[in-house]
């Protein structure tokens, strides 16, 4: 185990309370959520990141499960030092609800039979799982994520967590994904699913305690893999090598080729550890994923109540998602005026480089969380008071709200001045009556783009733990305190 791992981590399970309600009508009682996280919520509990998982992932992230050969699928990123430094954020992934991996799904036992539930598990969308993800966040007492990320699949649900819960979201990373699924996509679902449901084993998906749909579901797999490669990263990996021969065998039994053996081995490994009604529902909640609801809804419109600073990343070489449904997303995202970068990895290993460029998408991240500005820390509900208001005035607003700085605005809602709990201190030793007698008129002010590093030099140099936030118009947007720059500045560091 390396220095830099997150160390030995277990998966955990938590059972939801109450009742799922499932967008298209079905319900699930008693679901439960595999999960595992790395590294520690802090006080103010505002430095947890999500990472979403892909297909065929898990809750198995990053870090090591006693005696396993392996660490998580992307360790690479997750751990001290990386750009999801567990010294400084707490990282949690789940398994996906319709999952196979610890979280309901078709293999869980239905509570109204006591059997598998196969095909009467109920359909499930992207929004679904967002939902449930929630939920487990509240258990943990997660009420803002410093950022959610994934690629793939699990960048769809990026895009909907954006969608759904857009205040909860300070940084999204959506990673080699599409806002809805192409018809090439959706083709190539298809046929994995029909390899599955026509094995005879398969049973109309009533194989449990039976002889698994094998052949099948090894064969969606081998079909997907080619998909998550590149035809340059075949020829570098394979070319035409023979695997273990130096003549063609001219029969249909054997495998002749290096490819043909790869493919077979790693259909093989995934029939060990996937369920096959899982791939079934999952890859359907995949195709039917499109924010712009069948094309009722621009991606524009589909993007106009997200809220956080986007890092958009495809890959050169990718082409399940190539790179220009990124970029949609990206040109979607910023005529919603939104902060977003777009950036592509240069890779020859396709689809899948998302998971093996540890060295771009390290940079490539970490940069861009650490790209904080006042906006992220700011306090929005601000209290203020009228110009023209008495100190008795400013006292009883204090009390009631629990603030100690009042911005003072005029008519207009501009800002003129600031008032402190000291300076009410002092006007009442000092017999003073009106908040303009007592209140400070050169306000040090911040700007919601400005950088959090600016803002805390500021206050560190005017010796003041509050900075009022303002438009280009002078009215007050937003607050912000030392104690939340110093903690954003301590995560980001």
Request: charged share 20%; hydrophobic share 40%.
């Amino acid at each position: 185990m390396k220095r830099e791992s997150a160390g030995l981590v277990e998966t955990q399970l938590y059972t939801l309370p109450e009742e799922l309600h499932l967008e298209h009508g079905g319900r699930l009682v008693g679901a439960r959520v595999a999960y595992e996280t790395y590294g520690k919520l802090n006080r103010e509990f505002s430095n947890a990141i999500l990472v979403c998982h892909a297909l065929s992932g898990d809750a198995h992230a990053g870090g090591w499960h006693k005696g396993e050969e392996k660490p998580g699928w992307w360790d690479i990123i997750i751990g001290p030092g990386k750009a999801l430094d567990t010294d400084k954020f707490f990282v949690i992934c789940s398994n996906v609800l319709g999952g196979c991996k610890g979280t309901t799904g078709p293999s869980s036992i239905n509570p109204n039979t006591g059997k598998p539930y196969g095909l009467d598990f109920p359909f499930i969308t992207v929004k679904d799982m967002v939902d449930v993800q929630k939920r487990l966040l509240e258990h943990l007492g997660v009420n803002k994520l410093f950022a959610v990320i994934g690629g793939s699949f699990g960048g769809m649900q990026v895009l909907q967590w954006c969608a759904s819960y857009p205040e909860m979201v300070r940084f999204a990373v959506p990673i080699a994904t599409s806002a809805y699924s192409s018809p090439q996509q959706i083709a190539f679902n298809e046929v994995g699913r029909r390899a599955i449901t026509s094995d005879p084993c398969w049973e109309n998906g009533n194989y449990y305690g039976r002889t698994p749909p094998a052949r099948g579901l090894s064969l969606a797999r081998m079909i997907g893999h080619i998909t998550y490669l590149s035809d340059e990263s075949m020829h570098q990996k394979f070319g035409r090598r023979l695997q273990g021969k130096t003549e063609f065998g001219f029969d249909f039994a054997s495998l002749d080729f290096q490819v043909e053996s790869y493919l077979s081995y790693h259909g093989d490994a995934f029939v060990k550890r996937f369920d096959a009604n899982s791939y079934l529902y999952l890859t359907k909640a995949i195709d039917y994923f499109d924010l712009t609801k069948s094309g009722t809804l621009s991606l524009v419109e589909a993007f106009n109540g997200a809220k956080a600073k986007f890092l958009v990343i495809s890959i050169s070489s990718d082409w399940l998602y190539p790179p220009y449904q990124c970029k949609e997303i990206a040109e979607a995202l910023s005529a919603n005026d939104l902060d977003v970068r777009h950036c592509e990895i240069r890779s020859n290993y396709g689809h899948d480089a998302f998971l093996l460029e540890s060295g771009q998408m390290n940079y490539t991240i970490q940069n861009f969380l650490s790209r904080t500005s006042v906006v992220d820390v700011m306090i929005r509900d601000v209290v203020t008071i009228r110009q023209g208001s008495s100190v008795e005035d400013a006292a009883r607003i204090m009390m009631t709200e629990g603030v100690t700085h009042l911005p003072v605005t005029n008519e207009e809602g501009k800002l003129v001045g600031i008032v402190t709990a000291w300076d009410v201190s002092k006007a009442v030793a000092l017999k003073y009556t009106l908040l303009e007698e007592i209140m400070t008129r050169n306000v040090v002010i911040s700007a919601q783009e400005d950088p959090i590093e600016r803002a805390a030099k500021r206050m560190n140099e005017h010796n003041i733990s509050a900075l009022p936030v303002v438009d280009a118009n002078q009215r007050v947007i937003g607050m912000i305190t030392s104690d939340g720059v110093s903690r954003l500045v301590s995560v980001c560091r």
